[in-house]
């Protein structure tokens, strides 16, 4: 916890409220909770399953990250949506693919001690990854992501219509942000701009093979982008809730077609390793990671955000300031896109210590945040497969992993919240953004004044005519939220500087017609 910031207001008459650094710009920005409360196999939801190739109703589950001790009653929720190429863990070939993987814990729990909601989800799996005509392939994933997104759509709509009713998890259903790693930032990237038929008749999208050719998602059987209409593979769940999210975010993946992206859409977030083997990094081609065979096209992270900003989407994190090393280094590795973070792994060594005939090379790095417990993958696959393949498969995945451990991952982490926090807190419009908006402007507004600039030992606001100050935020240079003084009614108002150290400040004033103006300010 840090350290309370005393202030001292000569403006003692009136009736307001007082959040300082710790009680409100350290929630969200980092660790403000000691423990999370896990509410484990929750069903959201039921849909129709085709995993093993019969259709069958089944529950779909979550679990429930919080921090423990809360006592706010409207928090914001972060979904999270696991990786596995759409097939179950294991029976994959890979060690990862379920919600409780070592880096969605991970993710989750720091989520939480933030002070958000956090939830990882599991989705509908199943599609003919080795199938050796192509159609099928590519048909059976556009539907598998089809579907995924219909139940990440759900879970949404879960929240709602609990916030709605019983309210057992007091979530703000006006701050939502959806993400995944892998297969699940697929779902996160179709989220907010997969939502028109023609984006479904896409030339790469219709099976050819097909009499007449036609679209391998076929919304009358599949059901409508939101999942709220009855039809052979769906099942609607809180139909009259809206889907509607403010952001969001991908670990790895891609959309699948730049084309999707339109003015307007939700601002979406990036992180993606440059040299990634399976989900383009620009825009090329999704193979099956155990064959190599062609799937389909697919726009990854530089792509998205790329177009994303240039549609306007990503205006919010342009208007804002970050100045922390994660940007920095963002803006180095990503072109200045906004919301794009790009990995640059290592190069790959000769090879790691698989012998024999699994003696291969390394391979560039897709994932290096995952770690998993080796022996208990080997042995699940070996029970599953009923061979003694384990090992020689787990030195593989080591090869596109190199150096795998929590330690590893976890220090990713670190990196990718560091970089996704303050981002997150912007889109959805939390304490603790800092916005450039209005900083040129208020030099020539007559009507607010903030004075003396540079501060020695208080800060002046008076705002003159007919307005009024309703509220008060100052951010340090990081964009941490130091003071913040709601409840005013006043034209004039006056804080002591006291322990403020010296150096850059932005100060927020919200008055009373919703105009926030920003403002630098020196404090010497």
Known sequence: MKKTLPILLTFCMLAFTTKTYSQAGARYLSETFSSVTVSTNVTYGNNISVLT?????????????????????????????????????????????????????????????????????????????????????????????????????????????????????????????????????????????????AELNLSKFINQSATPPASYVNQLTAGNFDGTDVTVLNTPNYATQSSSINVAFSLGGAAGDSSWIEAGETPI?????????????????????????????????????????????????????????????????????????????????????????????????????????????????????????GTPLACKLKLENPDMSATKGRKYMDTIQGFLNPRLVCALNLAGCVSSVGINELSNRNDLNIYPNPVTSEINYLVEGNNIIKKIDLYDATGRIVISIDGLNTNKFTLNRNQLNQGLYFSKIELGNKTILSKKIIIQ
């Open 269 to 389: 977030i990036c992180l993606h390793a440059y040299k990634d083997p399976y989900a383009p990094y620009k825009t090329g081609n999704v193979i099956v990671a155990a064959t190599g065979q062609f799937v389909v096209e697919a726009s990854g992270s530089f792509d998205a955000t790329k177009r994303s900003t240039r549609l306007g989407n990503q205006a919010i994190f342009q208007n804002s300031v970050y100045n922390d090393v994660y940007s920095t280094k963002a803006i180095a590795n990503s072109a200045g896109i906004p919301g794009l973070y790009t990995h640059i792994t290592p190069t790959p060594g000769p090879n790691m210590s698989c012998t024999g005939a699994n003696a291969n090379p390394q391979i560039e790095q897709s994932a290096p945040w995952d770690w998993w417990n080796e022996p208990v993958f080997i042995a699940s696959y070996n029970a599953y497969s009923g061979t003694l393949n």
């Open 53 to 197: 190739g019969s259709p069958s109703s089944i529950p779909l589950v979550m679990d429930v990250y919080q921090p423990t001790g809360d006592v706010l009653t409207a928090r914001p929720l972060i979904i999270v949506l696991h990786a596995g190429s759409f097939l179950p863990s294991v029976a994959n070939g890979m060690a990862i693919g379920k919600r409780t993987d070592s880096a969605v814990v991970e993710m989750c729990m720091k989520f939480a001690k933030r002070g958000y909601v956090a939830v990882s989800a599991d989705y509908r799996l199943g599609w003919n990854a080795l199938s050796a005509n192509q159609d099928v392939r590519t048909g059976t994933l556009l539907n598998a992501v089809y579907r995924g997104l219909q139940d990440a759509k759900n879970c949404v709509r879960f929240f709602k219509n609990d916030a709605a009713t019983t309210n057992v998890y007091k979530i703000d259903v006006n701050r939502i942000a959806v993400g995944g790693f892998g297969a699940g930032a697929y779902l996160a990237l179709a989220y907010g701009s997969l939502n028109k038929t």
